[in-house]
């Protein structure tokens, strides 16, 4: 069914037609994913100059409502926040679900389809996990770590779906609360420690085209992170 709009006939012609595009998306007349129609059609079912369009399109993008992949605009599709309920162990356990049912066949996939090239920079990224650094410092190497992973998988839609998956995990304030809690603070240096052998054998692996070592190394480190935070942390 092709989405149809009226005419605008406001004051303020670029906000009534992002408040027109925004009630579509609200009511699911635009779901997440569905691509938005064109400018051009855009401009002749408001009966608008493009320009006005183009303002109502970029204030819709701010609100990160709306995406452009690649000549297109699309409804932005928002997995979920990771929220830690009243039960934690519980929601760390949903986590780390999520994560092996998409992490470990993607990283599959990479040592089975990346390129040469690609895989020996994924196994230079893993080299580069020292076990005492910093908190800041391995959040960030570990989303280049993954990212990288994903890009090699040669399969876009999953390596799209694991971002949002990571995007849900780092943006959640609940998650990052436990990690920066002072009393959990030697069971964060621990996981870092660990986290860090774990990502120098899943980069030499992908880096030796080797799934069945990744697979080991991969399920390894997700078992090892979650039974200490399940274990130890408050």
Known sequence: MVTQFEAISRRTVAEGVREALLDKIRTGALPPGSQLPSERVLCEQFVVARTSVREAIQGLASLG?????????????????????????????????????????????????????????????????????????FRRRDREFHAAIAAGCGNPALAELHAKVLESLFKSTDFDSLLTDRRNATTVRRIIREAADAHRLIGDAIRKGSPAQVRRASEGHLDQVEELMLAQMR
């Open 65 to 137: 409502l709306v995406e452009r992949r690649g000549n297109r605009l699309y409804v932005a599709e928002h997995l979920p926040g990771v929220t830690l309920a009243d039960d934690r162990k519980r929601s760390v356990a949903h986590v780390f679900e999520v994560r092996r049912l998409v992490e470990v066949p993607m990283a599959e996939l990479t040592a089975r389809r990346a390129s040469a090239a690609a895989r020996e920079w994924i196994g230079e990224l893993g080299a580069t996990f020292v076990p005492g650094m910093p908190l800041e410092e």
